[in-house]
């Protein structure tokens, strides 16, 4: 999912430098959902060959077998699955509300044109694609993983204040970004992974049911704070 939205990001500024003049962008627009529809086209062929190899239904009907969902792991898993939560939430109060309103300071000309909000999504695609990469290195384990996430409870306000105009450096709005979409990667992907390890060998194969609901429930809730607080704060 990391490199596929640095691509996507890839394609949209590929798409917006091919029709670089302001008055453009209907034909930037459709030439990048176009491009867009193609990949996504080649991907589900893909998925559809690789669904129909042998070897493929054979994993499937035995990942099926096993996965029984057994709410007496939920002890074993809660804290975890909190973690992941929370550390999605985070990304989601500023991404990619938030993100996207950080004027650019120091070239106000790239606020007209659309480059400058561009050049921070692709900045937090890229960062999060390089964080999902870094996962081989495990920095905190099932029990200390909190010791990552709830620091990144600090990038919410430094996102804001670059939105906000107090911290008026594009350096800052650019750096604040690049760690938002690090930790992201790594952070995220790194909760998800740990929760493996609260549970028996034999249990592993239900651990992704219960990361997927702390998925989705920390971005419903981030993106609920999202909108609530740029009311309050006038973002």
């Not at 959902?33 to 493929?56: D, E, M, N, P």
Request: with cysteine.
């Amino acid at each position: 999912m990391g490199w596929a939205l640095f691509v996507s990001a890839l394609y949209r500024v590929a798409t917006k430098a091919f029709f670089y003049s302001t008055d453009s962008v209907v034909p930037a627009t459709m030439l990048y959902f176009a491009v867009t529809v193609a990949t996504v086209a080649g991907g589900l062929f893909a998925y559809v060959q690789l669904h129909r190899l042998s070897i493929t239904q054979r994993c499937i009907h035995q990942a099926h077998a096993l996965q029984v969902v057994d709410l007496s792991m939920w002890p074993k898993l809660w804290f975890n699955e909190c973690m992941v939560a929370l550390s999605f939430g985070i990304t989601y109060v500023v991404y990619p509300g938030v993100l996207t309103t950080i004027p650019s300071y120091n070239f106000p000309a790239s606020n007209a044109n659309g480059w400058w909000p561009l050049v921070l999504m692709t900045t937090f695609a890229g960062c999060e694609a390089v964080g999902r990469s870094c996962v081989r290195w495990r920095l905190a384990t099932h029990d200390t993983i909190w010791k990552l996430v709830v620091p990144r409870l600090l990038l919410i306000p430094l996102i804001v204040c670059a939105a906000k105009g107090v911290l008026t450096h594009d350096a800052i709005s650019v750096l604040s970004v690049a760690l938002v979409g690090w930790s992201n990667g790594y952070v995220g992907t790194l909760a998800v992974v740990v929760t493996n390890d609260c549970v028996d060998d034999h249990e592993q194969s239900v651990t992704g049911m219960f990361a997927s609901l702390g998925i989705n429930v920390g971005i419903l809730a981030g993106a609920t704070v999202s909108v609530i607080a740029a009311r309050v704060v006038g973002l």
